[in-house]
Nanobody, 121 residues
Framework: QVQLVESGGGLVQPGGSLRLSCAAS????????MGWYRQAPGKERELVAT???????NYADSAKGRFTISRDSAKNTVYLQMNSLKSEDTAVYYC???????????????WGQGTQVTVSS
């Protein structure tokens, strides 16, 4: 199976920056997608950004121009650089991977435990 461990959350002032990291352990076979989602209090979980194993990225409109997703495939690690943070970015950020563990297993989603990001003065 696959385990995801996030780090890098915390409290930051509006306009500040944070970098989230997520390390995946376990067996990941072939093409996969890694990404970040977030959930604010009282709201549904939403996509922030994703990156595929061949480097294609996708961003939510709210993240475009401020957030950058990247990955180190050798380390099975995905990063989210967040700049120009706003109070509305406050949420629990979850790491996700959609992958399979061997040639014959189905693709499935795996989630990290989440890391809190609070943007406040």
């Amino acid at each position: 199976q696959v385990q995801l461990v996030e780090s890098g959350g915390g409290l930051v002032q509006p306009g500040g920056s944070l970098r989230l990291s997520c390390a995946a352990s376990g067996s990941i076979f072939g093409f996969n997608v890694m990404g970040w989602y977030r959930q604010a209090p009282g709201k549904e979980r939403e996509l922030v950004a994703t990156v595929t194993s061949d480097g294609s990225t996708n961003y939510a409109d709210s993240a475009k121009g401020r957030f950058t997703i990247s990955r180190d495939s050798a380390k099975n690690t995905v990063y989210l650089q967040m700049n120009s943070l706003k109070s509305e970015d406050t949420a629990v950020y979850y790491c996700n991977t959609m992958c399979r563990v061997n040639r014959i297993s189905p693709y499935r989603d795996y989630w990290g435990q989440g890391t809190q990001v609070t943007v406040s003065s």
